[in-house]
């Protein structure tokens, strides 16, 4: 995601899920619509005038879609809402409109909220849609796991947003810093963890700590984007929702969580909660990092005149830990324009039309989430990073995170920060503070149980 991925460490000071009170189930009854929506290019909907709302900053580029849509249907409207900046705030206003019945016919849905529409019924389900095949799209155009995001935990079947983004992780590198400081061992896809620990470690002492090595690969230790899959690969689950427990003590996630751990201080300075820009790698004072997909554009803009490139995770136990996430559009719970709205994702989700629109610099330069978008397309065509193209094997290696009931995400990742302070700066063991961290997660799990 282009715009979206800095926001997520905005997101972690806060709580995103809320109680929606008992007006908003009193009145979740379900939205006539016909039941074979018209494909995008269907005469039919001549005339028709649809609304979608976004999350602020993204209403740019939602708005070259728009104008694309109604260059190519010029009898069809299409206005685009800014709903808000803060998520919470966000979610807040779509709940009320939800109430009122004036929600738009589209909204902006993300991963981590997905859970939360879903349950507080503000979108619909899109998995009959699917089945059918209208307008050619179905379950199977989209990667399983960015799509998974969008299947509530309550009942698993159900699709409730439509992945825009495939936002995945891989490894930057700055060659010109390798080369300044005599390190020719370049990152490649088949480096493992320890190479990649080991070669940062090198960077940073040859730099004679000019710059760092490596950003911190869990940074301060609350994003699971980045650490997740470290755990995953190692053999842990992190959440279980058979057992609403979570394992981020267990052996396998002790290990991972010592792989993280290592980097510090030799190959990643020292630890900070600064966070933020202080792990961009795109501020040129590191020579590797792991980022997001969203983080091409910045870098090409930061680091004019040095050479720098992307390669695949190195592998920790022959897989390539890679994390990623999503934004999706779904249909508001209040639409009376489903097959209009319909329509327009025939249309956006179409290689040849509105998935190129999204592609283009002005439209986002995202990498679709599906399986057509990531064999080709405008985003893959660059010619800085010169390995662009990795993004796509990235994407299909990521491992996306299992959605948490309520708010116990974010008690998580709190307590998986304070367990890196606990290491790093109190000398605490890793068992030790990871089983605080995991106990404190369950306690919170126990609480979300006990109000179902």
Same mark, same amino acid.
């Given at each position: 995601?282009? &715009?979206?991925?800095? !926001?997520?460490?905005?997101?972690a000071?806060?709580? @995103?899920?809320?109680?929606?009170?008992?007006?908003?189930?009193?009145?979740s009854?379900?939205?006539?619509?016909?039941t074979?929506?018209?494909s995008?290019g269907?005469?039919?909907?001549?005339?028709s005038?649809?609304?979608?709302?976004?999350?602020?900053?993204?209403?740019?580029?939602?708005?070259?879609?728009?104008? /694309?849509?109604?260059?190519?249907?010029p009898?069809r409207?299409?206005?685009?809402?800014?709903?808000?900046?803060?998520?919470?705030?966000?979610?807040?206003?779509?709940?009320?409109?939800?109430? &009122?019945?004036?929600?738009?016919?589209?909204v902006?849905n993300?991963?981590?909220l997905a859970? @939360?529409?879903?349950?507080?019924?503000l979108?619909?389900?899109?998995?009959?849609?699917?089945?059918?095949?209208?307008?050619?799209?179905?379950?199977?155009?989209?990667?399983?796991q960015?799509?998974?995001?969008y299947?509530?935990?309550?009942?698993? =079947?159900?699709?409730?947003?439509l992945?825009?983004?495939?936002?995945?992780?891989?490894?930057?590198?700055?060659?010109?810093?390798?080369?300044?400081?005599?390190?020719?061992?370049y990152p490649?896809?088949?480096?493992?963890?320890?190479?990649?620990?080991r070669?940062?470690?090198?960077?940073?002492k040859?730099?004679?700590?000019a710059?760092?090595g490596?950003?911190p690969?869990?940074?301060?230790?609350?994003?699971?984007?980045?650490w997740?899959?470290?755990?995953?690969s190692?053999? /842990? =689950?992190i959440?279980?929702?058979?057992?609403n427990?979570v394992?981020?003590?267990?052996?396998?996630?002790?290990?991972?969580?010592k792989?993280?751990?290592?980097?510090?201080?030799?190959?990643?300075?020292?630890?900070?909660?600064?966070?933020?820009?202080?792990w961009?790698?795109a501020?040129?004072?590191?020579?590797?990092?792991?980022?997001?997909?969203a983080? @091409?554009?910045?870098?090409?803009?930061?680091? =004019?005149?040095q050479?720098?490139?992307?390669?695949r995770m190195?592998?920790?136990n022959g897989?390539?830990?890679s994390?990623?996430?999503s934004?999706?559009?779904?249909? &508001?719970? $209040?639409?009376k324009?489903v097959?209009?709205?319909?329509?327009?994702l025939?249309?956006?989700?179409?290689?040849?039309?509105? &998935?190129?629109?999204?592609?283009?610099?002005?439209?986002?330069?995202?990498?679709p989430?599906?399986?057509?978008g990531?064999?080709?397309?405008?985003?893959?065509?660059? $010619?800085?990073?010169?390995?662009?193209?990795?993004?796509?094997?990235?994407?299909?290696d990521?491992?996306?995170?299992?959605?948490?009931?309520?708010?116990s995400?974010? @008690?998580?990742?709190?307590a998986?920060?304070?367990? !890196?302070?606990?290491?790093?700066? =109190?000398?605490?063991?890793?068992?030790?503070? !990871?089983?605080?961290a995991?106990? $404190? $997660?369950?306690?919170?799990l126990?609480?979300?149980? /006990?109000k179902?």
């Amino acid at each position: 995601m282009k &715009s979206v991925r800095p !926001f997520w460490r905005r997101v972690a000071a806060v709580a @995103v899920a809320m109680a929606v009170s008992a007006a908003l189930t009193a009145c979740s009854g379900g939205t006539t619509r016909s039941t074979a929506p018209a494909s995008a290019g269907s005469a039919a909907l001549d005339g028709s005038s649809i609304t979608i709302g976004t999350y602020s900053p993204l209403a740019p580029q939602y708005k070259v879609w728009a104008a /694309a849509y109604t260059k190519e249907f010029p009898n069809r409207k299409v206005q685009i809402i800014p709903v808000s900046e803060d998520f919470t705030k966000y979610q807040q206003i779509l709940a009320t409109q939800r109430i &009122s019945n004036t929600m738009p016919d589209l909204v902006f849905n993300v991963d981590f909220l997905a859970n @939360v529409f879903a349950k507080d019924g503000l979108v619909l389900d899109l998995a009959p849609l699917l089945a059918e095949g209208k307008g050619g799209l179905t379950a199977d155009n989209f990667l399983p796991q960015f799509l998974g995001q969008y299947r509530p935990l309550d009942d698993p =079947k159900k699709i409730t947003g439509l992945p825009v983004s495939a936002d995945s992780t891989a490894l930057y590198w700055n060659k010109t810093l390798f080369d300044k400081y005599g390190v020719t061992e370049y990152p490649t896809d088949s480096w493992t963890w320890d190479d990649y620990q080991r070669v940062a470690t090198e960077l940073q002492k040859n730099s004679k700590g000019a710059i760092y090595g490596a950003t911190p690969p869990a940074e301060d230790g609350s994003s699971i984007s980045y650490w997740g899959p470290t755990l995953l690969s190692m053999g /842990a =689950k992190i959440y279980d929702p058979a057992t609403n427990t979570v394992d981020i003590d267990s052996p396998a996630a002790i290990e991972g969580w010592k792989k993280m751990l290592a980097f510090y201080p030799d190959a990643t300075g020292p630890y900070s909660t600064q966070g933020g820009d202080a792990w961009n790698f795109a501020g040129g004072k590191f020579a590797m990092g792991v980022g997001s997909s969203a983080l @091409v554009s910045a870098a090409r803009t930061s680091l =004019k005149g040095q050479e720098w490139d992307l390669a695949r995770m190195p592998t920790i136990n022959g897989k390539h830990p890679s994390g990623g996430g999503s934004y999706a559009f779904s249909i &508001s719970a $209040t639409s009376k324009n489903v097959d209009a709205a319909w329509a327009f994702l025939a249309w956006f989700y179409d290689p040849e039309k509105g &998935s190129l629109v999204a592609q283009s610099a002005e439209g986002g330069s995202i990498i679709p989430p599906t399986l057509s978008g990531l064999k080709g397309g405008a985003w893959s065509e660059a $010619t800085v990073p010169a390995n662009i193209k990795v993004l796509a094997e990235t994407a299909t290696d990521a491992q996306l995170m299992v959605a948490m009931p309520g708010s116990s995400q974010q @008690v998580m990742t709190d307590a998986t920060k304070t367990a !890196f302070q606990e290491v790093l700066l =109190k000398g605490a063991s890793p068992e030790d503070a !990871f089983k605080k961290a995991a106990e $404190t $997660t369950n306690a919170a799990l126990a609480v979300e149980a /006990a109000k179902k």
